[in-house]
């Protein structure tokens, strides 16, 4: 299996630039409540384009899995898009009816969730879940599904896949429902997949265990992933691109490895801070950043980071554009760090 | 059926034998419980005989019908019969219990069923459209009805049948039994009061499962509005709407009295009523039991249902983790 992956992944790479955009969010803002008072994403915008990894980054509730959710469609009913648009292959999402919206679901674009306990049907065999997309989106006969479903649990590597796909999901270890959860999201060969923290429920031996099949099945199928998290150690694992989100903004879009040299934002650079390192200091507590995230809807005027930013100031009280600090590089601060801090 | 074949296979003949022997028990208690509580109801002799009848007459009735001994001889010789399946002979009407059950049963087995059908086709749907149309007009509309279903008690609602499909339209019979048109109103009176407590406990099964995470995952392949809830949510939630259903089929069979008095339907449920004010005990001794017996095994097979539903529920404990 790896050798066949491998290959495709130099085939994929060769394409270089030019490769085709999968999903493009634009402007994208999105508000809960009757009137719509709690704005919970504010003009956001983000492209994938085919076989790229695009970390989404940020603390809980900064709006990423909100982004997810309105890509594929499944907004939850008090939530409203106020502006925007949603373009996957071309395809556009915002203001689709739901009819045409479940065509692309599972066929254009899959999502991988965080939970895979809760996510799957807990009474239902996990074969009859995966095959569930093909049955929808294929005219495939039964036999021809049933190899695909068996070829990919072989692929995500759930050992003894023609027996085990008659089992429920309790008769599997996390890492194993986790690994179902891909094949299901992959089934119907989607050009984006969206994982939400898909290895947050996990722990550390698993959870490189499951990166690792992700990364390969994706890359094979020139799969473009949206890859939501707030571990930054992950991030430096799968992402080729890193989108931050604080407060429903995106605040920074940079490459993987300049994100991690000269992170612009403030808080990008004290998310970094925060992660462990092998060279920090026994007995040093970890940087924190202090204060919480704010709630929609409550967030302070201007830059929603400012009441927690060491380098804020009397212009923060107005929100920065996203703009090019570096070549590739965004970032929406008026005082963006472009030297690169030493850290 | 090969899940059934599963559920049985899986160590479950111990568990069977176990509440066979706990329905033993349980029967046991009932005979004994609704012998003792009739005798205390008082003399059925006196309701046999003429008002002017002697003590004479009184005494010689009791010792025909053997109630001159004492109540543990009464007991044990009423015991001594049930293996046999002999309940006795009605006082009244010289004929056995069994046969007089028997006589009533296809009755009241057809108005059940009937009612059953009803209240399922109706209440399911209904529960389930109310739980998924929850914030638009269908799912708050449906359930006024389900709360007037509820609260209409069915001596009024079947009077009401009556009076104006009986009585104004002349569409269909009042009473008796005659036919398929004559299931039609009691049919729908008893099943007024399951239909709504069925849709109650759909909707609120449903809406407990629509906000699932698995639905969720479910519409994220493209699974539109039927596949999410006929093949997701409907055997999620079907466990209480299952023992809901084990206890209304239970409670229909086992006659109803109201329904059945009001459209003097021949079924169990006005043969009880007539063998109480009779007090012909051996009547209603062999129907309390004939209830009872239905109850178990009603409660016995959904509890096996439980398990063909959610597998979880016999693994569990088994250690079948991987």
Not at chain 1, 18 to 32: D, K, M, N, Q
Not at chain 1, 34 to 42: D, I, M, N, T, Y
Not at chain 2, 42 to 69: F, S
Not at chain 2, 157 to 168: D, E, M, N, T
């Amino acid at each position: 299996m790896p050798e066949q992956a491998e290959g495709v992944v130099a085939d994929g790479r060769s394409a270089g630039e030019a490769r085709e955009e999968v999903l493009r969010v634009e402007g994208l803002s999105v508000a809960f409540g009757r009137a719509s008072e709690r704005v919970a994403l504010h003009d956001v915008s983000l492209s994938l384009r085919a076989g790229e990894v695009v970390a989404l980054v940020g603390e809980s509730g900064c709006g990423k899995s909100l982004t997810a959710l309105s890509v594929m469609g499944l907004l939850p009913p008090e939530a409203h898009v106020l502006a925007g648009s949603i373009t996957v292959c071309g395809k556009e999402i915002i203001g689709t009816p739901e009819r045409l919206l479940r065509r692309y679901r599972g066929s254009a674009m899959g999502m991988i969730f965080q939970d895979a306990m809760v996510a799957l049907n807990p009474l239902q065999a996990v074969g009859r879940q995966i095959d569930e997309a093909l049955r929808i989106h294929t005219n495939l006969g039964r036999g021809q599904r049933r190899d695909k479903v068996i070829a990919l649990l072989d692929a995500v590597g759930v050992p003894d896949p023609t027996n085990r796909l008659r089992q429920l999901p309790h008769q599997f270890s996390g890492g194993l429902r986790q690994r179902i959860m891909i094949a299901m999201a992959l089934i119907g060969e989607p050009r984006l997949i969206i994982a939400d923290e898909p290895t947050t429920a996990l722990d550390v031996t698993i959870q490189a265990q499951i990166l690792e099949v992700l990364k390969d099945v994706t890359q094979a199928r020139g799969t473009a992933v949206l890859f939501i998290t707030h571990d930054m150690g992950v991030v430096a694992e799968v992402a080729d691109r890193v989108v931050v989100m604080y407060g429903g903004h995106v605040i920074e879009s940079a490459d993987v490895v300049e994100t991690f040299s000269t992170p612009a934002h403030p808080y990008t650079d004290a998310l970094l801070h925060s992660v462990p390192r092998t060279d920090s200091v026994r007995g040093v507590d970890l940087p924190a950043i202090p204060g919480s995230v704010p709630a929609p809807g409550a967030a302070p005027a201007g830059c929603p980071f400012h009441p927690r930013c060491s380098d804020a100031t009397q212009e923060c009280l107005t929100m920065p554009p996203l703009e090019q600090v570096l070549p590739d590089h965004d970032v929406a601060c008026w005082h963006p760090h472009t030297s690169g801090r030493s850290r | 059926m090969s899940m059934l074949r599963r559920a049985f296979a899986s160590g479950s003949a111990r568990y069977i034998a176990g509440r066979v022997g706990q329905a033993a028990l349980q029967l046991f208690g009932v005979v004994t419980i609704v012998f003792v509580v009739l005798r205390l109801s008082g003399d059925p002799a006196r309701l046999l005989v003429p008002q002017q009848a002697t003590a004479e007459d009184i005494a010689r009735i009791r010792t025909q019908l053997g109630l001159d001994a004492s109540i543990w001889e009464q007991y044990l010789q009423y015991l001594s019969k049930l293996p046999r399946f002999d309940f006795g002979y009605s006082y009244v009407q010289g004929r056995s219990a069994v046969d007089l059950i028997s006589e009533r049963l296809p009755y009241t087995i057809n108005l059940a069923l009937a009612a059953l059908l009803l209240s399922m086709l109706v209440g399911i749907p209904v529960g389930m459209a109310s739980a998924y149309f929850r914030r638009r007009f269908l799912g708050r509309a449906l359930m006024p009805f389900v709360l007037i279903g509820q609260s209409m008690p069915a001596f009024w609602l079947g009077l009401l049948l009556i009076l104006f499909f009986s009585v104004r339209l002349r569409w269909l019979p009042s009473t008796g039994f005659d036919g398929l048109t004559s299931l039609i109103l009691p049919a729908i009176t008893l099943a007024s009061l399951s239909m709504a407590t069925l849709a109650r406990i759909t909707r609120s099964s449903f809406l407990e499962q629509l906000n699932a995470d698995y639905v969720r995952t479910a519409r994220s392949r493209g699974a539109g509005t039927a596949r999410v809830l006929m093949g997701h949510v409907l055997r999620n939630s079907a466990i209480p709407i299952v023992t809901l259903l084990g206890l209304e089929i239970a409670a229909l069979l086992g006659g109803a009295v109201i329904t059945e008095t009001i459209f003097a339907w021949p079924g169990i449920g006005q043969l009880t009523v007539q063998a109480i004010q009779a007090r012909d005990f051996p009547v209603v001794q062999a129907i309390v039991i004939f209830v009872a017996i239905i109850y178990i095994g009603v409660n016995l097979l959904t509890d096996m249902l439980y398990a063909v539903i959610d597998p979880r529920v016999r693994l569990a404990g088994s250690g079948e983790q991987v």
